[in-house]
């Protein structure tokens, strides 16, 4: 009774042809999946309410929906074959759970965080494929991807104490002072990658 977990995955995705005549064709891959979890255990880890009640230990939300589109076609009565097409997804991650920080000290700090992550890709892209003989055939091929990222996290301590937080290195957490209850702290980066890369 003191820890349990809930979780829900879903996802579907429909596919849409469309034949154009002349050996040419557009393709519609449209998708979507996501992610529900909810967990619950005891924060001292014993037997002993020294915290109360199990608490919620956290709630995450995962969403992403995807779109593709190709254009199919062929000459030279097939030898020559390509394809051209586009891509994008987004994605939205949201949690929510509480952690303890705990070092020699008996004084803690009971944080509360809200982490968040916005994600958005999206490409274009391109293949060619040449049939030399029955045998040997030569592709070549194009693809642009674009990706933005953004991540939030704000949280709030819910009792006086020691706030810990991780060092970029491998290692033990490191003190950061006495938060007082209801002190809030968090950061926002965000970055655009793209590259040029083979299909």
Do not use: C, H
Not at 156 to 162: F, K, M, R
Request: no cysteine.
């Amino acid at each position: 009774g003191f820890s349990g977990d809930d979780q829900t995955t879903f996802g579907t995705s429909a596919t849409a042809r469309l034949d154009l005549g002349d050996n040419t064709s557009i393709t519609s891959v449209t998708a979507m999946r996501g992610l529900r979890l909810g967990a619950r255990f005891d924060l001292d880890g014993t037997e002993v309410p020294i915290q109360g009640s199990p608490v919620d230990a956290g709630r995450f939300k995962q969403d992403q929906i995807s779109q593709e589109v190709q254009l199919t076609s062929s000459l030279m009565d097939g030898q020559l074959r390509y394809l051209v097409g586009v891509y994008g997804i987004t994605e939205t991650v949201k949690n929510r759970d509480f952690s303890q920080t705990i070092t020699g000290s008996p004084v803690f700090a009971l944080l509360e965080s809200d982490f968040r992550t916005k994600s958005l890709s999206y490409s274009a892209f391109s293949q060619i494929d040449f049939a030399i003989t029955p045998k040997l055939e030569l592709t070549a091929g194009l693809r642009f991807s674009q990706e933005r990222k953004r991540f939030f996290r704000l949280s709030q301590a819910l009792n006086t104490g020691v706030v810990l937080q991780l060092p970029p290195a491998p290692g033990s957490p490191i003190p950061v002072g006495i938060a007082p209850a209801g002190t809030q702290f968090g950061f926002e980066v965000s970055g655009r990658l793209s590259d040029f890369t083979p299909p």
